[in-house]
């Protein structure tokens, strides 16, 4: 079993900067992608971003394309997700999610991976 974790949400003002890790931990066994999706009351899981861990490539939603950034991070199994000049349609809650086996397309979709965070809250406002 995978155990993945997200931390670093909070309050922030618009204009402002957030990180948020991901850990996942268990019998991962070099996962192929960590992602990163968001949640907003009332509507569907949206992607914001993957990193495929064999090559470091990263695909992006357009929404966050030229403000966020997503890389592994120190810890192995572990990526962060870093968050510029956030606006408050950003505030929803983030989840990680793990995919384990490659994927012939870049995994844009819920369905696309295995295993998922219990989210973190980030809430943009003034």
């Known amino acids: 079993q995978v155990q993945v974790t997200e931390s670093g949400g909070g309050l922030v003002q618009p204009g402002d900067s957030l990180k948020l890790s991901c850990v996942a931990s268990g019998h991962t066994e070099g996962p192929y992608a960590m992602a990163w999706f968001r949640q907003a009351p009332g509507k569907e899981r949206d992607f914001v971003a993957t990193?495929?861990?064999?090559?470091?490539?990263?695909h992006y939603a357009d929404s966050v394309k030229d403000r966020f950034t997503i890389a592994r991070d120190s810890v192995k199994n572990s990526v962060y997700l870093r968050m510029n000049v956030l606006q408050s349609d950003d505030s929803a809650v983030y989840y990680c999610?793990?995919?384990?086996?490659?994927?012939?397309?870049?995994?844009?979709?819920?369905?696309?991976?295995?295993?998922w965070g219990q989210g973190t809250q980030v809430t943009v406002s003034s």
């Open positions: 999610a793990v995919r384990r086996k490659p994927i012939l397309l870049a995994p844009r979709i819920p369905s696309d991976y295995d295993y």
């Open positions: 990193l495929i861990l064999n090559s470091g490539r990263t």
